[in-house]
Protein backbone atom coordinates (compact mmCIF):
# COMPACT_ATOMS: atom_id res chain seq x y z
CA UNK A 1 0.00 0.00 0.00
CA UNK A 2 1.30 3.32 -0.74
CA UNK A 3 2.20 5.96 1.70
CA UNK A 4 -0.21 8.67 2.31
CA UNK A 5 2.02 11.35 2.28
CA UNK A 6 3.94 10.09 -1.14
CA UNK A 7 0.35 10.65 -2.63
CA UNK A 8 -0.18 13.82 -1.27
CA UNK A 9 2.90 14.83 -2.75
CA UNK A 10 1.86 13.95 -5.97
CA UNK A 11 -1.74 15.87 -6.21
CA UNK A 12 -1.00 19.12 -4.26
CA UNK A 13 1.48 21.86 -4.11
CA UNK A 14 1.43 24.16 -1.10
CA UNK A 15 2.57 27.68 -2.21
CA UNK A 16 2.59 31.07 -0.38
CA UNK A 17 -0.50 33.52 -2.27
CA UNK A 18 1.73 36.00 -3.72
CA UNK A 19 3.75 33.53 -5.39
CA UNK A 20 0.59 33.07 -7.83
CA UNK A 21 -0.13 36.46 -7.97
CA UNK A 22 -1.50 37.54 -11.20
CA UNK A 23 -0.80 33.29 -12.59
CA UNK A 24 -4.17 31.99 -11.34
CA UNK A 25 -5.77 32.32 -14.55
CA UNK A 26 -3.25 31.64 -16.98
CA UNK A 27 -2.71 28.16 -14.23
CA UNK A 28 -6.20 27.38 -14.20
CA UNK A 29 -5.90 27.54 -18.07
CA UNK A 30 -3.12 25.42 -18.96
CA UNK A 31 -3.64 23.01 -16.24
CA UNK A 32 -7.21 21.29 -15.15
CA UNK A 33 -6.52 21.76 -10.93
CA UNK A 34 -8.09 23.68 -7.88
CA UNK A 35 -6.94 26.35 -6.19
CA UNK A 36 -7.90 27.01 -2.80
CA UNK A 37 -6.72 30.02 -0.57
CA UNK A 38 -6.01 28.92 2.77
CA UNK A 39 -4.64 30.39 5.93
CA UNK A 40 -1.10 32.50 6.54
CA UNK A 41 -1.69 34.08 3.36
CA UNK A 42 -0.78 30.09 1.55
CA UNK A 43 -2.82 28.81 -1.04
CA UNK A 44 -3.13 24.98 -1.88
CA UNK A 45 -3.31 23.71 -5.52
CA UNK A 46 -5.29 20.18 -5.79
CA UNK A 47 -5.24 17.95 -9.39
CA UNK A 48 -4.24 14.42 -10.12
CA UNK A 49 -0.58 13.73 -10.43
CA UNK A 50 -0.37 14.52 -14.33
CA UNK A 51 -1.79 17.71 -13.61
CA UNK A 52 0.09 18.64 -10.21
CA UNK A 53 3.46 17.56 -12.65
CA UNK A 54 2.10 19.71 -14.82
CA UNK A 55 1.28 22.54 -12.86
CA UNK A 56 4.74 22.63 -11.35
CA UNK A 57 6.44 22.96 -14.53
CA UNK A 58 3.89 26.11 -15.16
CA UNK A 59 5.47 27.43 -11.99
CA UNK A 60 8.67 27.07 -12.90
CA UNK A 61 8.58 28.80 -16.05
CA UNK A 62 7.43 32.22 -14.04
CA UNK A 63 9.96 32.15 -11.54
CA UNK A 64 8.11 30.19 -8.40
CA UNK A 65 10.12 28.01 -7.24
CA UNK A 66 8.67 25.05 -5.40
CA UNK A 67 9.36 23.86 -1.65
Excluded: N, W
Excluded at 13 to 36: K, M, R, W, Y
Excluded at 48 to 60: C, G
Amino acid sequence: MPDPSSLRDSTQIVIPEAALSGLEAQLDEECTVTIFPEEDGYCRIIGSPVEIKQASQFLARHGVSLP
